[in-house]
């Protein structure tokens, strides 16, 4: 019987387009890809696990744990089939068993496949441009909850993708801005509107260190819920627990890339009116994953119901960040509180009269020196050695906070321990279950 390759998609051409524009095939490998490729053999228990992007007439493999080559021909290839449907994990328990694979010869030959099971990679259009995949040389089954983190995975690597080429954008608008420079150093008129685009293009960078600042603290939260369902996988209880948890941090890395996005095409954020306190309440899962085992993590959720004018991805952003900041202060080991309560403002420097969403972190660390205190929220400022902090968490907090209508603070002394504060302007009333309450 003689083989036979999969049909192209419908929308092939575009697929190709969305998959070229993105300009990452044949690039060097990076530490983020071969990551995912690791979390995927060690959830799955398999030998081969794939990043696998279907181009033209090839399957090349951004990264790779198990094979010895780089790529295949794209009619060899299980992913041209898994492609085909975007929305499901294509598993294959028996390729000798399959008359779509029975006869290829990477089942006949080398690395004599029986099990594949992979999961696209979906752009925010719906093209499917790859899959995270696994393989083994034994029949086996896939079971649900290791279908869900694959395309968890998937997820992820789709949003790795998007983040790549915004960095390459930004990385071309600044060289062209430097050609531009050193082509008008002698005519001032010249000069004076590539100095408000520079200007624009610094605002980019910021906002972009920002989003990597947030999307680091979401991606150890994936690798800390990951790590413990291979620890409990025996459990199939706290299995499906820390599954949750690691897909609320994909979810919200994939905001915070829409986020990012939409800034730089110029159309803003989207802003909604939330309940702050209903949202943290359902994020309290990823929010102790974030702290380590030696640090006690208390919550008091005390006011329901008022709605704040934000985006919720930056909310839950800000929120990790103070939490990270938290923890790093306690250095393994105390105590950190999150509260929300509301307060009515009168006679304030910052903050207009009214009344306000205060959403409390607090622990009971070193603490701050005043001098300190006074500059945490600068941008760039940080008293963590080079390469451990970006300066950028705070501000980024104070930012939010002004931007939902309010302010942020910080009460902190040397040896009392430090409570950052976000202040949310509360628009009014918005309808809550009594149900999510009695949670």
Same mark, same amino acid.
């Given at each position: 019987?003689?083989?036979?390759?999969?049909?192209?998609?419908?929308?092939?051409?575009? +697929?190709? &387009? #969305?998959?070229? %524009?993105?300009?990452? @095939?044949?690039?060097?490998?990076? $530490? *983020?890809?071969?990551?995912?490729?690791?979390?995927?053999?060690?959830?799955?228990?398999?030998?081969?696990?794939?990043?696998?992007?279907?181009?033209?007439?090839?399957?090349?493999?951004?990264?790779?744990?198990?094979?010895?080559?780089?790529?295949?021909?794209?009619?060899?290839?299980?992913?041209?089939?898994?492609?085909?449907?975007?929305?499901?994990?294509?598993?294959?328990?028996?390729?000798?068993?399959?008359?779509?694979?029975?006869?290829?010869?990477?089942?006949?030959?080398?690395?004599?496949?029986?099990?594949?099971?992979?999961?696209?990679?979906?752009?925010?259009?719906?093209?499917?441009?790859?899959?995270?995949?696994?393989?083994?040389?034994?029949? +086996?089954? &896939? #079971?649900?909850? %290791?279908?869900?983190? @694959?395309?968890?995975?998937?997820? $992820? *690597?789709?949003?790795?993708?998007?983040?790549?080429?915004?960095?390459?954008?930004?990385?071309?608008?600044?060289?062209?801005?430097?050609?531009?420079?050193?082509?008008?150093?002698?005519?001032?008129?010249?000069?004076?509107?590539?100095?408000?685009?520079?200007?624009?293009?610094?605002?980019?960078?910021?906002?972009?260190?920002?989003?990597?600042?947030?999307?680091?603290?979401?991606?150890?939260?994936?690798?800390?819920?990951?790590?413990?369902?291979?620890?409990?996988?025996?459990?199939?209880?706290?299995?499906?627990?820390?599954?949750?948890?690691?897909?609320?941090?994909?979810?919200?890395?994939?905001?915070?890339?829409?986020?990012?996005?939409?800034?730089? +095409?110029?159309?803003?954020?989207?802003?909604?009116?939330?309940?702050?306190?209903?949202?943290?309440?359902?994020?309290?899962?990823?929010?102790?994953?974030?702290?380590?085992?030696?640090?006690?993590?208390?919550?008091?959720?005390?006011?329901?119901?008022?709605?704040?004018?934000?985006?919720?991805?930056?909310?839950?952003?800000?929120?990790?960040?103070?939490?990270?900041?938290?923890?790093?202060?306690?250095?393994?080991?105390?105590?950190?509180?999150?509260?929300?309560?509301?307060?009515?403002?009168?006679?304030?420097?910052?903050?207009?009269?009214?009344?306000?969403?205060?959403?409390?972190?607090?622990?009971?660390?070193?603490?701050?020196?005043?001098?300190?205190?006074?500059?945490?929220?600068?941008?760039?400022?940080?008293?963590?050695?080079?390469?451990?902090?970006?300066?950028?968490?705070?501000?980024?907090?104070?930012?939010?906070?002004?931007?939902?209508?309010?302010?942020?603070?910080?009460?902190?002394?040397?040896?009392?321990?430090?409570?950052?504060?976000?202040?949310?302007?509360?628009?009014?009333?918005?309808?809550?279950?009594?149900?999510?309450?009695?949670?």
């Amino acid at each position: 019987m003689a083989h036979h390759p999969a049909p192209f998609p419908f929308n092939e051409e575009e +697929r190709v &387009l #969305s998959l070229e %524009h993105l300009d990452v @095939l044949d690039s060097a490998d990076e $530490q *983020a890809f071969d990551d995912i490729v690791l979390l995927a053999t060690t959830l799955c228990d398999a030998p081969i696990a794939l990043v696998s992007l279907v181009d033209r007439e090839r399957q090349w493999f951004k990264a790779c744990i198990g094979l010895g080559v780089q790529e295949t021909h794209r009619d060899l290839a299980f992913c041209g089939h898994a492609i085909l449907d975007p929305a499901e994990v294509l598993v294959v328990e028996d390729a000798t068993l399959d008359p779509r694979f029975a006869s290829s010869p990477l089942v006949l030959g080398p690395p004599f496949i029986r099990f594949y099971a992979g999961a696209p990679i979906v752009t925010d259009s719906g093209v499917a441009l790859g899959t995270v995949c696994v393989i083994d040389t034994q029949s +086996r089954q &896939l #079971s649900e909850r %290791h279908a869900l983190a @694959l395309q968890a995975l998937a997820r $992820q *690597a789709a949003a790795l993708l998007e983040a790549r080429w915004l960095g390459t954008q930004r990385a071309k608008q600044l060289t062209q801005l430097q050609d531009q420079f050193r082509q008008a150093e002698q005519s001032q008129n010249e000069v004076t509107p590539l100095l408000d685009n520079s200007r624009g293009i610094s605002s980019l960078g910021m906002l972009t260190a920002s989003i990597a600042h947030d999307f680091n603290n979401l991606l150890q939260s994936v690798s800390a819920a990951f790590q413990l369902i291979r620890l409990r996988s025996r459990r199939p209880v706290d299995v499906e627990r820390f599954t949750e948890t690691g897909l609320q941090a994909v979810e919200q890395g994939r905001q915070l890339i829409g986020y990012l996005m939409s800034s730089v +095409r110029g159309d803003g954020p989207e802003l909604i009116c939330i309940d702050v306190t209903a949202r943290l309440h359902g994020a309290q899962s990823l929010m102790r994953h974030s702290m380590s085992e030696t640090i006690d993590l208390t919550f008091d959720f005390a006011e329901w119901g008022w709605g704040v004018l934000c985006m919720e991805a930056q909310l839950h952003a800000v929120v990790m960040n103070l939490l990270a900041n938290a923890r790093d202060a306690l250095n393994g080991t105390g105590q950190v509180h999150v509260s929300t309560r509301w307060v009515h403002v009168e006679d304030d420097l910052s903050l207009h009269q009214g009344d306000y969403l205060v959403v409390s972190v607090r622990d009971n660390g070193p603490g701050m020196a005043p001098e300190i205190a006074g500059r945490v929220f600068e941008p760039l400022f940080t008293t963590k050695a080079t390469g451990q902090g970006t300066g950028l968490g705070l501000a980024q907090a104070k930012d939010f906070a002004v931007k939902s209508g309010g302010d942020a603070r910080i009460d902190t002394a040397p040896g009392a321990g430090t409570t950052v504060s976000l202040y949310l302007r509360i628009l009014g009333c918005i309808a809550t279950s009594d149900a999510v309450q009695a949670v």
